[in-house]
């Protein structure tokens, strides 16, 4: 009998990363066995890489540089472990895709928080033109993006939340 790989279980957009409700509602409802976090700014800054170590308990996690994740993420689809795939922007995950990363047909989008230039989309939802060329990319290569503070949450779903953007142009 042939082990199939356990794989990613969840592909996630959120600016915090790793928090309590990361911990307490995301990894119970699609339980994993650890987390590989990207983002180069998060791999280069040495203070956030121990606090999200602290916060990720005692799951294990991984936090890789765009350089080095889709090698890592490929390690992880063929484990036998579950792994959630996270990064603090969208923008990363159009970079893994436009490099040739498959990491699933879905990506989770939670908080990203007001910052300069970006547009109020809806609760903990802010995006700027970068973010929206990012999703844009995603959406194009036949990923859904699924916009959804909380695991029981309504989804909402990029179409809807571009019409709002474009809107507000």
Not at 22 to 43: E, F, Q
Not at 114 to 122: D, F, M, N, S, V
Not at 131 to 141: L, R, S, T
Request: hydrophobic share 40%; net charge positive.
């Amino acid at each position: 009998m042939e082990v199939k790989p356990m794989s990613i279980s969840v592909v996630r957009v959120d600016d915090r990363v790793i928090h309590g409700q990361t911990m307490t509602r995301w990894t119970k409802a699609y339980p994993v066995d650890g987390i590989l976090v990207v983002g180069d700014n998060i791999a280069h800054d040495s203070l956030r890489r121990k606090v999200l170590k602290a916060a990720a308990n005692n799951l294990k996690i991984g936090i890789y540089t765009l350089d080095e994740a889709p090698n890592k993420i490929q390690k992880g689809i063929d484990s036998k472990k579950k792994f959630f795939l996270i990064s603090d922007s969208p923008q990363t995950f159009s970079k893994l895709i436009s490099s040739g990363v498959n990491f699933g047909s879905v990506l989770n989008v939670g908080p990203m928080n007001t910052r300069e230039g970006a547009k109020i989309l809806g609760r903990t939802v802010a995006i700027d033109q970068n973010d929206y060329d990012a999703f844009e990319n995603i959406n194009n290569h036949g990923i859904d993006i699924q916009f959804q503070l909380l695991p029981d949450d309504e989804i909402r779903h990029w179409p809807s939340m571009k019409s709002k953007y474009d809107a507000l142009a």
